[in-house]
């Protein structure tokens, strides 16, 4: 079940014909699962796996810290050539020597337009021994997220990545939702892995939801990719990344318990290496600051509905044994709704 099956939405802007991050262009999500383990993996490919390009890429982290791989590049030229991949914390090494093989068979020289560095992305709090966690995730693995990527619809809940996370209260994992804003289309993908169910709002009405809490042991986080059709730089994809928080803030997910949140944002849609040889210039394209208020609030509000996506899908915790009390969401909405006016 997602959001919109409870004849609920979140914010002004239509989503997608799918609701989700593959409804921009060339756009495609796969995951892999462990064999032995109750985790995975989670590719968001911006381009065709076989045919890696440069796209602008900007990036917001909790507190200004993350430990991504891939970051010289993006913080120093905006820019990214590989699938972004979502791995657990304790086998971010592992996935990333997997990608320089895979990126090798691709291109020989391993250039920063044919796939290096790889970008991977660590979602701590993972729920798992660490050691265990290492141990299973191989080259094969990643290679099976990456090729069994699909444009079509995208599998949320507890799969790949998700698997194992919690989110206020109950099963969590992957959610993900987009947003038309005029001819362009906005879409997000998100691992949710945190927040109190007291905390849990839809579209700015809070539930009130009494759940048993999650472990404060238990780190919190929450990993998002943004990726437009929008034909935005550098500068203005790390505004869109930094505004799309907003939506994360506003569900309930970012909190005081928040242990690391990262959101990284690409184009699909910028022409970054047509050089004219004549005058040395790139025309490199980019959204008049005019319009850009409405590509941030249409990421907010596909981030918000993605992580409500997430939950939703999940339904049952496998861990704490309780399900998420949906029944009575749309009552409770309308109810608030008409309450605040």
Same mark, same amino acid.
């Given at each position: 079940m997602r959001l919109r099956e409870l004849d609920l939405a979140v914010g002004a802007f239509p989503p997608g014909p799918e609701n989700a991050i593959t409804d921009v262009s060339g756009v495609s999500v796969g995951h892999a699962q462990a064999t032995d383990l109750a985790t995975g993996l989670t590719a968001v490919n911006p381009f065709d796996v076989r045919d890696p390009h440069r796209t602008y890429v900007g990036r917001w982290a909790l507190d200004g810290g993350d430990d991504a791989t891939g970051l010289g590049l993006a913080e120093d030229f905006g820019a990214l050539s590989t699938p972004l991949v979502l791995a657990p914390a304790a086998a971010v090494g592992r996935v990333y020597d997997a990608m320089i093989q895979l990126g090798l068979a691709i291109d020989g020289g391993l250039s920063e337009d044919?796939?290096?560095?790889?970008?991977?992305?660590?979602?701590?709090g993972i729920g798992q021994p660490a050691a265990a966690v290492r141990a299973a995730i191989d080259d094969?693995?990643?290679? %099976? +997220?990456?090729?069994?990527?699909?444009?079509? #619809? =995208?599998?949320?809940?507890?799969? /790949?990545?998700?698997?194992?996370?919690? !989110?206020?209260?109950? %099963? +969590?994992?992957?959610?993900?939702?987009?947003? #038309? =804003?005029?001819?362009?289309?906005? /879409?997000?993908?998100?691992?949710?892995? !945190?927040?109190?169910?007291?905390?849990?709002?839809?579209?700015g009405h809070r539930l009130g939801l009494s759940l048993p809490a999650i472990d404060t042991s238990r780190l919190r986080s929450a990993v998002a990719i943004v990726i437009t059709d929008a034909p935005l730089l550098p500068q203005q994809l790390q505004r869109v990344a930094g505004r799309s928080a907003f939506g994360l803030a506003r569900v309930g997910l970012l909190d005081a318990q928040t242990h690391a949140a990262s959101i990284w944002a690409l184009s699909t849609n910028a022409p970054i290496d047509e050089v004219d040889t004549t005058t040395g210039t790139i025309d490199a394209g980019g959204v008049s600051e005019a319009d850009l208020p409405q590509l941030f609030a249409a990421a907010a509000e596909a981030l918000e509905e993605a992580t409500l996506n997430a939950l939703l899908v999940s339904a049952v915790d496998p861990v704490l044994g309780n399900s998420l009390p949906t029944a009575d969401w749309p009552s409770r909405i309308r109810q608030l709704q008409r309450y605040n006016g």
């Open positions: 044919r796939g290096w560095p790889p970008a991977v992305l660590p979602v701590a094969d693995l990643v290679a %099976a +997220a990456l090729h069994a990527a699909t444009r079509t #619809r =995208v599998l949320e809940g507890q799969v /790949g990545i998700g698997q194992s996370l919690l !989110g206020f209260g109950c %099963a +969590a994992g992957v959610g993900t939702a987009s947003r #038309r =804003v005029g001819s362009q289309t906005l /879409g997000a993908l998100i691992a949710v892995n !945190g927040g109190e169910a007291s905390h849990l709002s839809v579209d």
